[in-house]
């Protein structure tokens, strides 16, 4: 299974992007998708997540400004972006995680200017 990002770009601040993040093939016995991003010299983080159930977590930092949800016919997650910040600056990733492993896509770049 292949999970393809897509949506990244250039924005100015306070603009918005939508990531989308599109499975090869069904995906079974999926536990929770989610959104991560690493900015140059930091740590990859957790930014959304949303469990099987519909459950979703986001990071502080974005409470309020992102919103993940799911299209599950279509295999996909996404990652609704509003009131961008420069500091949202970063390479984003999505990841399922499901009971026989984990699957990561290849990340897309969003860059938001000040």
């Known amino acids: 299974v292949q999970l393809q990002a897509s949506g990244g770009g250039l924005v100015q601040a306070g603009g918005s992007l939508r990531l989308s993040c599109a499975a090869s093939?069904?995906?079974?016995?999926?536990?929770?998708m989610s959104w991560y991003r690493q900015a140059p010299g930091k740590q990859r983080e957790l930014v959304a997540l949303?469990?099987?159930?519909?459950?979703?977590n986001y990071a502080d930092s974005v409470k309020g400004r992102f919103t993940i949800s799911r299209d599950n016919a279509k295999n996909t997650v996404y990652l609704r972006m509003n009131s961008l910040e420069p500091e949202d600056t970063a390479v984003y990733y999505c990841?399922?995680?499901?009971?026989?492993?984990?699957?990561w896509g290849q990340g897309t770049q969003v860059t938001v200017s000040s």
């Open positions: 990841n399922v995680q499901a009971i026989q492993g984990a699957y």
């Open positions: 093939r069904s995906i079974f016995n999926i536990n929770s």
């Open positions: 949303i469990t099987s159930g519909g459950s979703t």
